[in-house]
């Protein structure tokens, strides 16, 4: 078993839809990451939450909603969604959120596409 | 700004070969890290190796090894021994001491290693 779970690893949604994302760590760490992986463009951070207090939020749309209910499971809330929000979204977990050495432990994705 | 950039789109080396990724990196702050992660296709972001940057040598991990030039502001990535297993897109990434951990990442180097 991986230490970051991501569900669904696929998400094929219309515009209209309203949709979530979940990711759960078993590593015991204190900070989760949402990241955005689109093609030919660098991975973009989202959202940052340390200790389930949302600590950095990069000027992401409002179709775009996270949510922290604990230090283990971090989510993401899709509604009317655009086509040009298709892309990996990449959850990562840390136990070092305020220094430089702590390494970031990626799940697998959840490759969404909007149709 | 932090920025990091990596020029080269795709590489191609037989196995058992030695191979170099380019990174550079601009930064105005004193204290950084640098970090190379390794994405295989199903979509893991994997750490591989972490360079400080008051690090007085470079990093080493098994067959990776960072060569961190501090004036030149660059951090290449050195795989020894190249494996077929080693075909996967890399990225480079850096942090800042600013606040919560938050990577930026390079467009990455996609490196397809040939029988």
């Known amino acids: 078993e991986t230490g970051v779970t991501q569900t669904p690893r696929h998400l094929v949604m219309g515009m209209t839809n309203k949709k979530s994302l979940k990711c759960e760590q078993h590593l015991g760490h204190n900070a989760m990451y949402w990241y955005k992986q689109s093609a030919k463009k660098p991975l973009e951070l989202m959202f940052v939450?340390?200790?389930?207090?949302?600590?950095e939020n990069n000027s992401v749309p409002s179709r775009f909603s996270p949510e922290c209910p604990n230090s283990s499971h971090l989510f993401l809330h899709l509604h009317t969604l655009q086509p040009e929000d298709s892309a990996l979204y990449l959850c990562?977990?840390?136990?070092?959120?305020?220094?430089?050495?702590?390494?970031?432990?990626f799940g697998e994705g959840s490759r969404l596409t909007v149709l | 700004a932090q920025k990091i950039t990596q020029t080269q789109p795709g590489m191609f080396v037989q196995e058992k070969e030695a191979v170099t990724l380019d990174c550079t990196y601009d930064t105005s702050d004193p204290s950084y890290g640098l970090f190379w992660y390794k994405q295989p296709s199903s979509g893991e972001m994997i750490f591989l190796i972490y360079?400080?940057?008051?690090?007085?040598q470079n990093a080493t991990e098994g067959r990776y090894s960072l060569n961190f030039q501090k004036a030149r502001k660059s951090a290449n990535l050195v795989i020894s021994a190249s494996q077929l297993g080693d075909s996967a897109m890399y990225f480079c990434?850096?942090?800042?001491?600013?606040?919560?951990?938050?990577?930026?990442f390079g467009q990455g180097t996609r490196l397809t290693i040939n029988p």
């Open positions: 990434a850096m942090s800042s001491i600013q606040g919560a951990q938050k990577l930026v």
């Open positions: 360079q400080g940057s008051y690090d007085q």
């Open positions: 939450y340390s200790l389930e207090e949302r600590v």
């Open positions: 990562a977990s840390s136990q070092d959120p305020d220094g430089l050495t702590g390494e970031l432990f």
